[in-house]
């Protein structure tokens, strides 16, 4: 064996203490007991990431408040740990075993953080047109029933590092959650920014919380709610859409940050409205959603090859579905959390086959792209497929 040589940059001192020092330490290793004097569980960081991020969480419905007809809210305890901590704006995901079909959806955490410490999680489940899992929850959960949960997720949370310190928030039906978890934080005093919420909505009976916006912008400066009615011309309220015109009519001076959470026709209505304030693109927040696939003149059935850990089974799915779907329909568990591929939860390879990604919601890393790995959450198939999973 021919030997190399090597240049060190250097003193002969430095040379001498380096293999001094690399002695002592393998003496000190060698010597050294093949059992862990503590517990890692005991561990003063492991506690902490044990406490905030849990694997899962069970969960007890403690109270469930009725919206008129259109949603219900619903508070959790801790069946056992202590709640997880999150910050104003992220979500839970539920995990749901109904019938042969293994599914998880996320929805936005109204609660305030300082609530999680005191024990209690809410969440505000609304009506949709075909909505699976919402239309279950709505019709199925009691309280007292108990339920799996994820560890709280999610980006779209301000930081004085990255936000302005004005926030505009601009949410549409449902999608006031994460900014009521925002606006009860900053009257807390657990969040320092100041929020303009611009609230859309079809009529005034569809406003959730009114009651709780209103007294929270009529006792803290910090906070102003104004709601903007489409559907309805009623004295008080804003009349049309939330569009450019209404963000600069009530938009603080200065620098402002542009929160979004709402339906997907909201998004596709901004997208067109934002460019006219002329901010810069990174003051404008959009919480993921997921568009769907384009319409389709007929709905084409595929195969998919799932193999899992070695294991390979065939199950069918249909171009009008994502591949995650196909997969939680047929009762394979995959992690899932976010269901718009930002998360990465759900990241597979796609061995064989084409999907179709719609625009915008391709999230993956650039070296995910090269070697084919796909979110199944954001991806439809368009051919038989074969994916690893897991």
């Not at 007991?33 to 419905?61: M, S, W, Y």
């Not at 301000?158 to 959650?177: E, F, K």
């Amino acid at each position: 064996m021919s030997k190399k040589k090597f240049s060190v940059n250097g003193s002969f001192k430095d040379g001498v203490n380096t293999v001094k020092f690399l002695t002592e330490r393998m003496h000190f290793v060698n010597s050294a007991k093949a059992v862990l004097p503590t517990c890692t569980d005991d561990f003063g960081v492991n506690k902490v990431a044990k406490r905030l991020h849990p694997k899962e969480q069970n969960l007890i419905i403690s109270k469930i408040e009725e919206h008129s007809d259109i949603a219900k809210s619903y508070y959790f305890k801790s069946e056992t740990a202590p709640l997880a901590y999150f910050k104003a704006g992220q979500y839970l995901t539920f995990k749901f075993e109904i019938g042969n079909a293994v599914v998880t959806r996320s929805y936005s955490i109204a609660s305030s953080p300082a609530s999680a410490l005191n024990g209690e999680y809410q969440i505000t489940v609304k009506r949709i047109n075909d909505g699976f899992i919402s239309d279950y929850i709505l019709d199925n959960w009691s309280v007292g029933d108990k339920v799996i949960a994820f560890a709280p997720e999610g980006n779209m949370t301000y930081c004085p590092l990255r936000d302005a310190n004005n926030i505009v928030a601009i949410a549409g039906g449902s999608g006031i959650t994460p900014f009521l978890s925002l606006a009860r934080a900053i009257d807390q005093g657990d969040e320092e920014c100041s929020l303009t919420l611009l609230y859309g909505c079809r009529t005034s009976d569809e406003i959730l919380f009114k009651d709780e916006l209103d007294s929270l912008s009529e006792k803290n400066e910090k906070i102003n709610v104004i709601y903007v009615l489409s559907h309805s011309d009623e004295e008080g309220y804003e009349k049309g859409f939330v569009g450019a015109d209404v963000i600069k009519k009530y938009a603080p001076e200065g620098n402002y940050s542009i929160f979004v959470c709402g339906p997907g026709g909201m998004y596709k209505f901004l997208e067109t409205e934002l460019p006219k304030l002329e901010i810069e693109r990174k003051y404008i927040r959009f919480e993921v959603f997921s568009s769907g696939k384009k319409a389709e003149e007929e709905t084409k059935e595929f195969n998919i090859t799932v193999i899992n850990r070695g294991t390979e089974t065939v199950i069918k799915a249909n171009s009008s579905e994502t591949v995650l779907c196909a997969f939680e329909r047929s009762g394979i568990e995959v992690p899932a959390r976010c269901h718009t591929g930002e998360c990465g939860f759900c990241r597979s390879k796609l061995i064989s086959g084409k999907v179709y990604i719609p625009e915008g919601e391709d999230k993956r890393r650039i070296g995910d792209m090269q070697f084919n790995y796909i979110h199944p959450c954001c991806c439809y198939p368009e051919s038989d497929l074969v994916v690893r999973i897991n």
